[in-house]
Every structure is written in C-alpha cells, then in structure tokens.
C-alpha cells in the first residue's frame, strides 16, 4: 500500500553503520529525517550526503534526527563514507541503514513487492526509485514527502525550510504560503472560525480575502 503524509511511518529494524536499530525507538521524542539512496558510490548521493553532513547542526537544532538508507552493505556504507570525505571534505556522523534484502525500500513503497530479496547484483537503475526524503513527526506520522531523480541532487536547503514549516503549522492553527521562509507572515488556516481565531491571534490579522487572513509568524517553542 502506498504511503502517503499523515500515514504512520512503518518501524523496522536494521543494521546501520552505528549498529542495529529499532526505527522508532531510535526517533524517540524526536522529529526525523529519513532519505534514501539508490546505490552507494553513486556521484550524485556522494554529493548529498557530504552536504547533508554540513547542514546537520541545523537538523539538530531543530530537533531533527538524520538518517540515510541505501541498498549496500554496512560495510560498503563505511568504505563509501570515505570517499565522502574525501570528496566533500565533510565527515558523516549520522547513521546509514544498510538495507540489502529490499525489506525497508518495500516498506516504504519505493521499490515493488517483486524486486527480489537481496542486493546482489542489482544497479542504481534498478533501484533509482529509493531516492525519497520523508519528514516524520515526534508522533511517527510522516508529515511531507519529497521525491528526486537520480540525476538531480536533492536541496537540503529546502528541506529546512519544509522542515521549519511542518513544525511551525503542527504547533499553532497556520499554513505557510508560497517561498515562505522562517519569520515571515503565515496564514490562518481557513478551517479556523474568525471567533476561535481571535482567542488564537488576539493580536488580530490582515484579511486579503474572506478565506485568507494574514498574521505575523506565531513564536515558534
């Protein structure tokens, strides 16, 4: 069954490049990154996960744990994270799942029930549809999907700003409109009445049109 936001992300266990894992007991209270890659040693996952390895004092901040999956062996992961370095000149510190029998990539319905049960010989191309970023919640709900090709890098600089939205709109009763980015006007959800959004915004808002109103960003906690 295809997965979709809102749904429960699936628990698992796996082995990773920190050792063996329960998915959700390794989330904990906390909201989590999951993104996943097609092949190790693949140019443009090299690229990811070295920038990635940059930006994840911002994840950190945000109380955003990271962690990768891809289709090799922990030990082909940790022969990788050297060429990462390498590359990149970023040191990985986050985990990689090492998902060699499909079991995850099914789950998650990024690879098809009859793709087989072991890595071996499969290609990026064989599995270029493991290349999703999900967004999940402190309650394991998958709050945002975002879905790349192989041939282009994902914008991990977007995935803050996604991220910064998706917690901003689970605290308080607002959405944020197109480019939107941290401190910037939202907009009350339209499924708020005008009564219940004065006890929300005592400060009040800008109506542009009946089902949009306008306030300043709430404080983020």
């Known amino acids: 069954m295809a ?6 992300a699936p628990d698992f266990t796996a082995e990773t490049t920190q050792g063996r894992i329960s998915f959700h007991e390794w989330l904990g209270d906390s909201w989590g990154m999951l993104f996943s890659h097609p092949k190790d040693f693949t140019p443009v996952c090299t690229t990811e996960l070295g920038y990635l390895a ?12 990271i962690i990768g999956l891809s289709e090799d ?24 799942i ?15 029930a009859d793709a087989g049960t072991s890595a071996e010989g499969r290609t990026a191309t064989n599995n270029q549809t493991v290349r ?25 600089d977007e995935v803050l700003r996604l991220l910064d939205s998706c917690q901003l709109t689970a605290e308080y009763k607002v959405a944020t409109p197109a480019n939107w980015s941290q401190g ?11 009564n219940d ?25």
Not at 197 to 221: C, L, N, S
């Open 3 to 8: 997965l979709r936001i809102m749904d429960r």
């Open 54 to 65: 940059k930006c994840e004092p911002e994840f950190t901040r945000r109380d955003c744990k």
């Open 73 to 96: 062996s922990v030990e082909d992961h940790n022969r990788w994270l050297a060429d990462i370095k390498d590359v990149t000149g970023q040191e990985v510190h986050y985990p990689i």
């Open 98 to 112: 090492a998902d060699t029998r499909l079991e995850i990539a099914k789950l998650y319905d990024m690879l098809p």
């Open 132 to 156: 999703t970023v999900y967004l999940i919640g402190p309650d394991k709900l998958i709050r945002a999907m975002l879905v790349y090709p192989m041939s282009t890098g994902r914008n991990f």
């Open 184 to 194: 910037e006007d939202v907009i009350i959800v339209p499924s708020l009445s005008d």
């Open 197 to 221: 959004a004065r006890q929300e915004f005592p400060g009040g808002w800008t109506t542009v049109k009946p089902y949009m109103r306008v306030v300043p960003q709430p404080e983020h906690t």
